[in-house]
């Protein structure tokens, strides 16, 4: 498996980090290359391009003179930073080659003198890469070899399989770039990630499978924005006059890292309420829905492009969570509700919430805190016995509350009992609701019929 680095292993461009360590270790000193920023910047949203290949050849230059120690030490320092920039759902994909016995073999155009370290760090078994040339312990200033790119990368790439007795046809190949087209060519497996413009017409004309490593697959995105960002400027409360809401204790919900945030369900309307959530959180964040959802038309699509994920309860329950895991391993926010249905007619009114362990084994799988969310009144803009919402409820909208309440940290006891971890859940949440949610009545025949499906007999 090949992997380039910059803007396909990472989010955007290796230069300007690489260029710091230099300056750390003393052997940069001043400004860059007249415009390097603003090439950087072009490459970061539009891909590789000859003026970027041109900056590269021009760095080489530069180092005559270095010691080649400095060199590598600067490219540890760079190694933590650069890591950082990984893509996503990227470690996932290198998880899954490596579980199928696959060599991973790091193939790019920067110093291997620079991103050794990295590959190391990211546990890769050998790194291609462009190397400057050495005497006596110092860069002269020119290649050891020719520089790894564009059809210089796919010799590169074909020495080392010979040296090997690898045969390309059976290897793997992820590029970003339309001068990688070589390289991609050669292998029987290729695959192109976030793809400039170029490559993407040349992958659809002959057939080569894009992956996304930034987002789940089926997710929509245009340039740097999934289509949920786009949204979230208009996810207002505003723009829903028939409800009031209040929402309190978002603050609780951690910053970064994997989340999974756990509400009660009472109302298709939910839905919104949790978005909003989401809307001020700012972070890229996952809902699970059943499969039935996305199987609808229109509706289906658009829960696919904007991040949901898929639950088929009847099939395999691990199979069924394991977009959510690769979400969370993502240091994304996953969205679930552990009752996993609507309760109707009588049960809706049970105080005692009850919740299948689907939540709890995500916590366990991943170690990601869980956080509760009690939503109350939204079941008075969407009851369940209506096949859309209360829209005209403009003059005298019904109160929605959405609570967050404070991390879990259910991993360990989840591991041991999945059900004990999901009762504890489950009263965290209940524990949110207002009092009148969590006191036991008989429900009168009207509020029976209001929590039943059309078409159902009220239970």
């Not at 980090?17 to 270790?25: C, F, Q, T, W």
């Not at 080649?68 to 920039?85: D, K």
């Not at 949790?274 to 699970?288: C, E, S, T």
Request: glycine fraction near 10%; proline fraction near 10%.
């Amino acid at each position: 498996m090949f992997v380039d680095l910059d803007r396909t292993l990472l989010r955007g461009a290796s230069g300007p980090v690489l260029g710091r360590a230099l300056r750390e270790v003393g052997l940069l000193e001043g400004p860059g290359l007249p415009g390097e920023g603003l090439l950087y910047a072009a490459y970061d949203l539009l891909g590789e391009s000859l003026a970027t290949i041109g900056l590269v050849r021009l760095a080489a230059l530069r180092t005559r003179g270095w010691p080649e120690a400095e060199v590598l030490r600067a490219g540890e320092l760079a190694a933590p930073t650069l890591a950082g920039m990984v893509q996503p759902y990227a470690p996932a994909a290198l998880a899954a080659h490596r579980a199928a016995g696959r060599q991973l073999v790091l193939a790019t155009t920067s110093p291997e003198q620079l991103v050794r370290p990295l590959a190391r760090l990211l546990d890769f078994d050998d790194v291609v890469a462009t190397r400057y040339q050495v005497a006596e312990g110092r860069l002269t200033g020119g290649l050891d070899g020719e520089l790894v790119w564009g059809l210089g990368k796919w010799r590169a790439v074909a020495a080392w399989a010979r040296a090997r007795g690898v045969d390309l046809r059976t290897c793997w190949a992820y590029s970003d770039a339309v001068f990688d087209a070589p390289l991609l060519g050669a292998v029987g497996n290729p695959r192109v990630v976030h793809p400039d413009p170029r490559l993407r017409l040349l992958a659809r004309a002959v057939g080569w499978p894009e992956e996304p490593w930034d987002r789940p697959p089926g997710v929509l995105k245009l340039g740097p924005f999934e289509l949920a960002d786009l949204l979230r400027p208009v996810l207002r409360p505003e723009a829903f006059p028939y409800a009031r809401f209040v929402l309190e204790g978002l603050e609780r919900v951690p910053g970064e890292g994997p989340v999974l945030l756990a509400a009660n369900h009472r109302s298709y309307f939910d839905v919104v309420a949790l978005a909003l959530v989401v809307a001020r959180l700012g972070r890229p964040a996952r809902f699970l829905a059943k499969q039935e959802l996305f199987d609808a038309p229109l509706v289906g699509p658009l829960a696919r492009a904007l991040g949901g994920i898929p639950v088929d309860r009847r099939g395999d329950p691990a199979a069924a969570l394991e977009p959510a895991r690769r979400a969370l391993e993502a240091g994304e926010i996953v969205v679930v509700t552990p009752q996993g249905t609507i309760p109707r007619g009588r049960a809706f009114y049970d105080p005692v919430l009850r919740g299948k362990t689907g939540c709890a084994r995500l916590a366990a799988a991943t170690g990601a805190p869980v956080v509760p969310v009690g939503l109350f009144g939204t079941e008075a803009v969407w009851p369940r016995s209506a096949r859309l919402p209360r829209v005209t409820q403009v003059l005298d909208p019904p109160l929605v509350q959405v609570r967050v309440g404070r991390p879990l940290r259910l991993a360990a006891e989840a591991r041991r009992d999945p059900e004990a971890a999901t009762a504890r859940l489950m009263a965290a949440i209940s524990r949110l609701l207002p009092p009148e949610a969590r006191q036991g009545r008989e429900p009168t025949p009207e509020e029976v019929a209001l929590a039943t499906p059309p078409g159902r007999a009220s239970a």
